[in-house]
């Protein structure tokens, strides 16, 4: 609720009032906008009394069932539009006219210019019928289209500073704070980078400087452990919000949505290796929100691609394989790494889930995609697909197929693809796979002692979540009859070590 709104109750009693006394929706929207203290647009969610998470709810309901596409919208988008702060997109804009079944002049996304003064634009309460309730007149500024127009440049926190430094202290291993308060910074920055995104501009050289900040991301991603990453993440979105002063539409806007989508990608998967699921979840949502201002369909394929991991590892495989697939028809199929990613992505999920002939299908995709842009990718940045990523997705999938010798194959190439020196966990996690097949083949004894050996070869910053839910299908694969071996016994003492990272580690 903003400074000087009435609480939802007021607008509650508005709608008791107008349900009694038969009003029209648009009297009842004037007197909440009126009275409340709130613009038109919220007027209408509220007339409705709808929460901002319903109404989002509502509107992707609307666009799945008319076919309208992404609605381009979420919670803290709509809080902007309502309050003042941006506007939507075009598209958007009809959307919304289509949700509240109103006109854009009536949302107040829209200037009326005619000479002719309509009486039923005019913002009148109809007498009562009955006592009113006891509404006191708001000392506020309502609203208007012209706001809109113009938004206001957006403003700095005062903590800013201290933000800064807590991200870089963390970095340096400087700092002693708990991780909540680091992730409460990390998702008050994502809210603000959804903003930013509603409102921003920046010049051609310092998106330069952007761009090539983000290079050296993707390039420092494949090396640095996950949580001085995000800091260092953290501190580039910083940039790029305090960069952003004013929304421009055109190049300039569409190469900054470009480097929010990248990095918040990047935080998201940082975030996901973390085991921080629901901030992982809402940075992927702002990457999709950053990815389809572009319009760019393999930057928004790779979004979704990249996504499909989050299901896979924290929910249901078969989400993983609706997202993999929805990444392949943005990508049109056309041989990239983001619809390479995505059959990989999918044949893993399918092989998990017991559909052999499906994840078969889609890892002979991937590798027919791969094979057509191999030569692109260096594998010097994330996101690159390379022969060795290929092969960890094979790995994963085929340590839940039934061709056992097969699966040994594979991750013996995968094992083989890694650089021996690289820090990342890659190494770890196909160790894990062949621990998962060993224990299918009846080498129980075998499995723990390498799955064991694994866990504790890493560093503790490596130790990830992603990595405990691998070493955990190791113990899945084994037996109840053989889960007393004292193999097992040094195993679950190795998987006790399964606590989150935190900032002060």
Not at 43 to 53: D, K, M, P, V
Request: net charge neutral.
């Amino acid at each position: 609720m903003a400074r000087g709104e009435h609480a939802p109750s007021c607008a509650r009693r508005w709608r008791e009032r107008a349900q009694a006394e038969e009003w029209r929706t648009w009297e009842l929207v004037q007197a909440i906008h009126r009275c409340c203290g709130v613009s038109l647009l919220k007027a209408h969610r509220l007339a409705h009394g709808w929460t901002a998470q319903a109404a989002i709810d509502h509107l992707t309901e609307l666009c799945e069932h008319e076919h309208l596409g992404e609605p381009h919208a979420n919670i803290d988008l709509l809080n902007v539009w309502e309050n003042g702060r941006g506007r939507p997109r075009p598209d958007t804009v009809d959307r919304l006219s289509r949700l509240y079944r109103a006109n854009p002049i009536r949302l107040g996304l829209a200037a009326d210019y005619s000479d002719d003064a309509v009486a039923d634009e005019a913002a009148i309460v109809p007498a009562p019928r009955t006592p009113p309730p006891s509404l006191p007149t708001p000392h506020v500024p309502v609203l208007t289209p012209s706001a809109l127009h113009n938004p206001g440049p957006l403003h700095e926190p005062k903590d800013e500073t201290s933000r800064r430094a807590l991200f870089n202290d963390v970095m340096i291993g400087n700092a002693r704070v708990s991780r909540g308060r680091l992730m409460a910074e990390v998702d008050t920055l994502r809210q603000q980078m959804d903003r930013t995104l509603a409102s921003g501009t920046v010049t051609e050289d310092q998106m330069d400087r952007l761009e090539q900040t983000v290079l050296h991301c993707r390039r420092d991603y494949l090396t640095t452990p996950p949580l001085p990453m995000l800091c260092q993440l953290m501190l580039e979105f910083s940039d790029v919000r305090s960069l952003a002063s004013q929304r421009q539409s055109g190049p300039i806007q569409c190469r900054l949505s470009r480097v929010a989508a990248t990095l918040a990608i990047l935080s998201a998967d940082a975030l996901m290796k973390l085991g921080d699921i629901r901030q992982a979840r809402a940075w992927y949502g702002t990457a999709k929100t950053a990815a389809d201002d572009t319009g760019d369909p393999q930057l928004r394929a790779l979004v979704r691609a990249q996504e499909a991991m989050l299901p896979y590892y924290y929910g249901d495989p078969a989400e993983t394989v609706s997202l993999a697939r929805e990444a392949q028809a943005l990508g049109r199929a056309k041989p990239s790494s983001p619809t390479a990613l995505a059959a990989a992505a999918e044949g893993r999920a399918l092989a998990r889930i017991g559909d052999q002939k499906g994840a078969t299908a889609a890892l002979a995709q991937a590798q027919r995609l791969f094979s057509q842009i191999k030569g692109r990718n260096t594998g010097a940045l994330a996101f690159d697909f390379t022969e060795q990523r290929l092969y960890l997705y094979m790995s994963g999938a085929h340590a839940h197929l039934p061709d056992l010798q097969r699966a040994q194959a594979v991750h013996d190439t995968a094992s083989a693809l890694c650089r021996p020196t690289s820090p990342g966990i890659d190494p770890a996690l196909i160790r894990l796979d062949r621990a998962t097949t060993l224990a299918r083949s009846a080498r129980e004894a075998e499995a723990c002692e390498l799955a064991t050996e694994t866990l504790l070869a890493l560093p503790p910053e490596q130790r990830t979540t992603i990595v405990f839910v691998r070493a955990r299908d190791v113990r899945s694969a084994i037996p109840a009859s053989r889960r007393r071996d004292k193999a097992l016994h040094t195993f679950e003492e190795a998987l006790a070590l399964d606590t989150a990272t935190s900032p002060s580690h």
